[in-house]
């Protein structure tokens, strides 16, 4: 039950939030069965699982390659069924890892998102086959930002900063 006549507690000690983009190590394109590795060297950045994403930016091409494919239908969280499994390391060490983040997610997000958090992770590729068509514009490019807690679920309890680590994302 909430005191409403109790002291009013305000931490000011994050003053702002910052997100960096950082790209996989490697060549510029991928084929299927690559691995992708994403390594952030966080010396002088304070860096917090909990708000952090994983953003996806792609085409969807024909089978000759060239224009927008028109017969292709997104599925509900088709952005987690490109990866066979995740992994993030903290200073080498594993802390969290998934098989089949696709389907590990779908099962967790039906079980656990409420109707307000559903809403909210339409751009990580959560809705409707109509809401996913709306994501993909008349050249077939998309972007889905995934938040890292929908994903890991250390991300989703450990509500700390890390600092002076190296961060393995694969």
Known sequence: MYNIRGKILVDGSVTRLQYHKYKPFGQPAFAPNDYI???ILSENTYLLPSVSRLCIERRLLNAEGQGKS???ELTKNCALYLFSDIQYRLNNQIIDH???PG????????????????????NAGWGTIDD????????G???FCIPLKMILGFAEDYKKNT???VINWS
Do not use: H, P
């Open 132 to 139: 996913l068509k709306k994501l993909v514009d008349g050249d």
């Open 163 to 165: 600092l002076n680590s």
């Open 70 to 72: 028109s017969d292709t």
């Open 98 to 100: 998934v098989r089949n």
């Open 37 to 39: 590795s994403l390594v």
């Open 103 to 122: 389907i590990a997610t779908l099962m967790k997000g039906y079980v656990s998102f409420t109707a307000c958090e559903a809403n909210a992770l339409q």
């Open 141 to 143: 490019r998309f972007n």
